[in-house]
T-cell receptor, first 114, second 114 residues
Framework: DQQVKQNSPSLSVQEGRISILNCDYT??????FLWYKKYPAEGPTFLIS?????DKNEDGRFTVFLNKSAKHLSLHIVPSQPGDSAVYFC?????????????FGTGTLLAVQP | NAGVTQTPKFQVLKTGQSMTLQCAQD?????MSWYRQDPGMGLRLIHY???????DQGEVPNGYNVSRSTTEDFPLRLLSAAPSQTSVYFC?????????????FGSGTRLTVV
């Protein structure tokens, strides 16, 4: 049973436009959410996170929105750049406790066209 | 600063062979984990450890063993490889109890079982 879902396997966007990547989760105990970016032949790298006490977190061109009632989060990239082309994974955990287990989604391949 | 180092980068095994995937980190992180990445499945947690001498199972532990004798090292053992274990394996580490930091991932081991 997939607890974290990314229903769009791929997304294509023009350079300079907004990229919106979506993620849904089913476990209401999740209270910390993260986005990772992965280039081919490399490990995922941490991008941005949000805790359930917030509904928005910004870091430069990247903003994550959290809608707890809908169990939905999204990552906005504005403006999109060709270097943003990568696979994006959302991930969720139950608090910052001892286990720190992260459950990942299936990923969305973003292609930013010049 | 090496971060998380995984060896080997590539490996081909015959069905039934055994091998150990190595993972080492130099950041004094308490938490370490192993994930496998498969097409359409995202990153799935195999085993994790919250400190030396402590390990636990993740989502897909069958066919894999781990141990954590030191803070730095977290090897993953395949006792009898099967074609279903063909995958890309990632090791990750983080400070315990603080998802704010996210995980630091290694660059992966691509394993093929024939």
């Amino acid at each position: 049973d997939q607890q974290v879902k990314q229903n769009s396997p791929s997304l294509s966007v023009q350079e300079g436009r907004i990229s919106i990547l979506n993620c849904d989760y089913t476990n209401s105990m999740f209270d910390y959410f993260l986005w990772y970016k992965k280039y081919p032949a490399e490990g995922p790298t941490f991008l941005i996170s949000i805790s359930s006490i917030k509904d928005k977190n910004e870091d430069g061109r990247f903003t994550v929105f959290l809608n707890k009632s809908a169990k939905h989060l999204s990552l906005h990239i504005v403006p999109s750049q060709p270097g943003d082309s990568a696979v994006y994974f959302c991930a969720a955990s139950e608090g910052g406790g001892a286990t720190n287990k992260l459950i990942f989604g299936t990923g969305t391949l973003l292609a930013v066209q010049p | 600063n090496a971060g998380v180092t995984q060896t080997p980068k590539f490996q081909v095994l015959k069905t039934g062979q055994s091998m150990t995937l190595q993972c080492a980190q130099d950041m004094n992180h308490e938490y370490m984990s192993w994930y496998r990445q498969d097409p359409g499945m995202g990153l799935r947690l195999i085993h994790y450890s919250v400190g030396a001498g402590i390990t636990d199972q993740g989502e897909v532990p069958n066919g894999y063993n781990v141990s954590r004798s030191t803070t730095e090292d977290f090897p993953l053992r395949l006792l009898s490889a099967a074609p279903s274990q063909t995958s890309v394996y990632f090791c990750a580490s983080s400070r315990q109890g603080s998802p704010n930091y996210g995980y630091t991932f290694g660059s992966g081991t691509r394993l093929t079982v024939v």
